[in-house]
């Protein structure tokens, strides 16, 4: 599991493409400390496998599934990405309870700069408006965030100078695609909902044809 706080920027050092997916190098420098092979790291809040660890840096196999889902597949070598080890058991949770299991990825349709904020607009599939809620949260590129507005199909949220310095979304500019994670209990109510709604629905109709 992953709080959705990132604890640092790093860089591509090597990306290969292999049989199946796709494999990384990432100079995670001190946060490669105490990282053993197998442990779960969150880049860009994908939730990746370290596979072989080096001095100051680890590579992560990437399945196509998860490349297909994420920005992941377009990364080359010195594109920074955001970094999350794995909380531990009793480490406290500043942010939320992320999985690092992307849903889906959103384009920035809009930055407007306010005094010590920015404000930025996600576009995002209409199917996905029902897990958005203002005042819920998100993550984007593994980054805990509040919603701030909703549409259609596009979200709002505020950016605050910490976020901007300490994550990759202070270096987004409009168009850019970024990974969308939504909040896993908001998605489980309104599936269990979506699914109730048919036997409901045909409950209603019944009552409403023997009373006539």
């Known amino acids: 599991?992953?709080?959705g706080i990132v604890q640092g920027i790093r860089k591509i050092s090597a990306v290969e493409d292999i049989e199946g997916g796709r494999r990384l190098r990432i100079q995670l420098e001190d946060l490669a400390e105490k990282l053993q092979q197998g442990a779960s790291?969150?880049?860009n809040g994908v939730c990746l496998t370290a596979i072989k660890i080096e001095v100051g840096s680890a590579e992560f196999d990437i399945i196509q599934e998860s490349l297909d889902r994420s920005n992941l597949g377009t990364l080359v070598i010195g594109d920074s990405v955001d970094i999350e080890r794995a909380c531990y058991f009793g480490d406290e949770v500043g942010g939320h309870q992320v999985t690092g299991h992307i849903d889906?990825?959103?384009k920035i349709d809009e930055i407007r700069k306010t005094p010590n904020n920015r404000d930025v607009v996600v576009y995002c599939e209409e199917e996905w408006g029902s897990y958005l809620i203002p005042k819920g949260w998100i993550a984007i590129d593994g980054v805990s965030l509040t919603v701030v507005d909703v549409g259609n199909n596009w979200f709002s949220i505020s950016?605050?100078?910490e976020t901007l310095?300490?994550?990759v979304l202070g270096k987004k500019t409009?168009?850019?695609i970024v990974n969308l994670e939504f909040d896993?209990?908001?998605k489980v109510i309104v599936r269990t909902v979506e699914r109730m709604l048919p036997e409901i629905k045909i409950q209603m109709l019944e009552e409403i044809k023997n009373n006539k």
Request: charge should be negative; glycine fraction near 10%; charged fraction near 15%.
């Open 159 to 161: 950016l605050i100078p």
């Open 41 to 43: 790291v969150a880049v």
């Open 104 to 106: 889906c990825t959103g």
């Open 184 to 186: 896993h209990t908001t």
């Open 165 to 167: 310095e300490q994550t």
């Open 1 to 3: 599991m992953f709080t």
């Open 174 to 176: 409009k168009g850019d």
